[in-house]
């Protein structure tokens, strides 16, 4: 009967046969390889079975077809074989560099060491490890990929140093190339994972704004949101755009505009506008400001002083235009009065902070302090990482080391021109200015 028909040892071993022949023909030739050894191994065992039985006309037969397949199989693996031996090996397309920096010194050496060499604690340093896992990498079977922490360690030295890429390189032990892959990498990854939990203070919540306004009013200055101004920042433009970038200080440079609380943190930051541009324009034209109009938190949370309603409102130098959402210093003059100079010094030493802020930004990242010599594509992504790590190690409470900052005079980047009295107008800016100064001469 056919089912019996199909239960012969003769008609299984032929079905086995075209089965293996089918699969063959689909596989590469490493799957091959490894499909025809465990395929010997099974019909070696085959073979002693069928020897072990009793003597049968049909046990010859197949004992002969099972010899004959392995014979065939293994001139098979042997070809296959000969073939590997004879293909030339692959070039080797990965230069071999060595360097204990990483691997030995910065893990034998003290905190304070790790530190000052990549500007943030270990655990800061691991903290960040765990948060940028997607930039990892995998081994490959030509070459080891770079471990996740080596990787940071390498962009996190390259923006706290001056140092070239092709000298970052040979201390760790990589390619010039890799360093630059490598850090723009790294920045990209960082603002995407820390901009939302570490730079993302507008639209502006009640509890946000209060603990905000309560520290200004600590420092003396009320309703108090944060201190605007901009900071030139060293950049190497192309020629044909040299002179957009050209700044009134007389190198090239693009601006970072920034609102900056008490402590030192970024509330807002705009990258990115040449150097020719100057702070007030880059305020009028961004996104701040049409925040800060439309925010009606800043309105109701007003107070009186001096029988003027007063809303929330931010501080800045008298590069910028007085309007009812910004504040700056009485214009400069001989005759000024005791309670304008009160609010001149009072609104000074507030918006210090967002000069201190600077200040911490270049210390701590020194390529930015000395300038940056990347393409002009990639400074803002570098500009904008820094700026967000800066406020993520002010959370961790990883401060700056005092000797990292310059001279108390070098910090500043003042940019007071005085107004003259006869370009003023009278606005709501005026009479919030007024009303503040009376009350400090009050008090």
């Keep these: 009967t056919e089912s019996e028909l199909t239960q012969t040892p003769d008609f299984c071993l032929r079905l ?125 079977n030509y070459r080891k990929a770079i471990t996740l922490e080596k990787r940071i360690a390498i962009a996190l030295y390259a923006l706290g140093s001056s140092a070239e890429y092709r000298t970052v390189a040979s201390l760790f032990g990589v390619s010039n190339s890799s360093v630059c892959r490598i850090v723009r990498e790294f920045c990209a990854a960082v603002w995407n994972a820390l901009k939302p939990n570490y730079l993302n203070y507008f639209p502006l919540t009640e509890t946000v704004a209060q603990t905000i306004v309560n520290d200004f ?75 800060l109009l439309r925010c009606k938190l800043l309105y109701d949370q007003r107070k009186s002083f001096n029988n003027v309603e007063i809303p929330l409102v931010i501080i800045a130098d008298s590069a910028f235009r007085l309007s009812r959402n910004v504040l700056k210093p009485f214009p400069f003059n ?5 309670a304008q100079r009160e609010f001149n010094y009072r609104l000074s030493r507030c918006r210090r902070v967002v ?16 300038g940056l010599d990347n393409r002009i594509d990639n400074t803002n992504a570098i500009i904008k990482a820094c700026c967000v790590l800066h406020n993520f190690l002010i959370s961790q409470r990883d401060y700056i080391t005092d000797t990292w900052l310059p001279d108390p005079g070098s910090m500043t980047e003042e940019q007071s021109r005085v107004v003259p009295l006869n370009e003023r107008r009278l606005n709501l800016g005026d009479c919030y200015r007024n009303a503040l100064s009376q009350h400090f001469a009050q008090e």
């Excluded at 009013?217 to 108090?224: D, E, I, L, W, Y």
């Excluded at 002179?243 to 008490?262: I, R």
């Excluded at 000069?355 to 000395?370: P, S």
């Design 16 to 140: 086995q046969f075209a089965k293996f022949v089918t699969i063959i023909e689909i596989m590469n030739s490493r799957d091959r390889i490894h499909f025809i050894l465990l395929f010997i191994q099974y019909y070696d065992l085959q073979v002693q079975i069928i020897a072990a039985r009793a003597d049968a006309a049909e046990t010859k037969v197949l004992f002969c077809m099972l010899t004959t397949f392995l014979e065939i199989a293994r001139n098979f693996l042997l070809v296959i074989k000969e073939y590997r031996a004879k293909r030339k090996s692959p070039l080797i397309w990965r230069k071999e560099r060595t360097s204990l920096f990483w691997e030995k010194e910065c893990q034998e050496c003290s905190d304070l060491d790790f530190k000052n060499i990549f500007r943030l604690e270990r655990r800061s340093f691991f903290e960040l490890c765990d948060i940028l896992k997607g930039i990892g990498k995998e081994d490959t």
């Design 217 to 291: 009013n600590n420092m003396g200055f009320p309703q108090c949101i944060g201190a605007l101004d901009g900071c030139h920042i060293e950049v190497k433009p192309k020629k044909e755009d040299a002179v957009d970038y050209y700044n009134y200080k007389g190198w090239y440079s693009v601006v970072l505009l920034a609102l900056v609380d008490s402590r030192y943190r970024f509330l807002y930051i705009n990258v990115g506008s040449p150097g020719r541009c100057n702070d007030s324009g880059i305020y009028e034209r961004s996104s701040l400001k049409a925040e």
């Design 334 to 338: 001989v005759e000024n009065t005791t």
């Design 355 to 370: 000069e201190n802020a600077f200040g911490h930004l270049k210390a701590r990242f020194r390529r930015i302090g000395k």
